[in-house]
């Protein structure tokens, strides 16, 4: 609505789900680069590059970058049942009992799966992944203790959290949210070196004009720095990613280099 009323067009979302967001990225990847196809591009698709080798685009090559979004951290959360109540609890349980505790995930190469693949990674523990067709089931069922644990965004999980039918051991940013101050960081509870949050962007098919793309920078830059938007972001845990469209392909780049590192070490696959 904002971007709309910014730049005086109608704004149609088309939702096109499907392989962790695969199917709509070769979607925008092919129309026409009139400016008039934009596509959100949020970091778990940067990260499905080195999880699905035949890949009919590359984030840097087939899109050009217009502006940045948000970043928002997960939170680990386990169900009550579990006997830990800190992040160095559920260590010592599941190196105590290798294989058995089970977590959720929203969709196997998703940033919930990431999140834990590099957790077990930092810390040594094995795990067996549950992934599910999106954030809702996976929730549900954690609630329900079909599943001992997950990394869930804020949105998700935070009404459960203070009600106390989930327990949050740490967030994944690199220090404590707003909204959680009591949770700590996961670097906080002990894992060092680790920090993960999901992203999101705008992008548009490669070869848009530069006039089009600064536009259009131009006037989510200002939509980014208006107090209503910074205040829904906070409102999910999150802070404004803050970037134009040259600082964007700065910042994909990079971010596609660490995922591939986090994806190596960690050998993550689709389940």
Excluded: C
Excluded at 165 to 175: D, E, F, G, N
Aim: hydrophobic share 40%; net charge neutral.
């Amino acid at each position: 609505v904002a971007l709309s009323n910014s730049i005086r067009q109608t704004v149609f979302v088309e939702n096109r789900g499907g392989a962790g967001g695969v199917i709509g990225a070769e979607l925008v990847a092919q129309s026409p680069a009139d400016g008039y196809t934009l596509m959100l591009l949020p970091s778990a698709l940067v990260a499905n590059a080195s999880l699905y080798p035949k890949l009919t685009f590359q984030i840097t090559r087939d899109f050009a970058s217009v502006s940045g979004l948000a970043r928002f951290p997960l939170i680990l959360v386990t169900h009550p049942s579990l006997p830990v109540k800190s992040v160095q609890d559920l260590i010592v349980l599941a190196k105590n009992k290798p294989g058995q505790l089970n977590f959720a995930s929203a969709g196997s190469g998703g940033g919930s799966h990431l999140a834990a693949e590099e957790f077990k990674h930092l810390t040594g523990v094995t795990m067996t992944h549950i992934p599910y067709k999106g954030t809702g089931p996976a929730v549900t069922d954690t609630l329900g203790g079909q599943v001992n644990l997950m990394f869930g965004s804020v949105e998700s999980v935070i009404e459960f959290i203070k009600s106390g039918k989930l327990r949050p051991l740490a967030v994944t940013s690199a220090k404590r949210i707003p909204v959680l101050p009591d949770v700590p960081s996961m670097i906080e509870a002990g894992v060092k070196g680790y920090e993960m949050e999901s992203w999101f962007a705008v992008v548009a098919p490669a070869g848009v004009s530069r006039p089009i793309v600064e536009y259009l920078s131009k006037e989510l830059g200002l939509i980014l720095k208006s107090q209503d938007y910074i205040e829904k972001v906070k409102a999910l845990g999150g802070e404004v990613l803050q970037l134009n469209a040259q600082q964007l392909t700065d910042f994909t780049k990079s971010e596609s280099v660490r995922w591939e590192k986090i994806i190596k070490e960690t050998g993550a696959k689709l389940d």
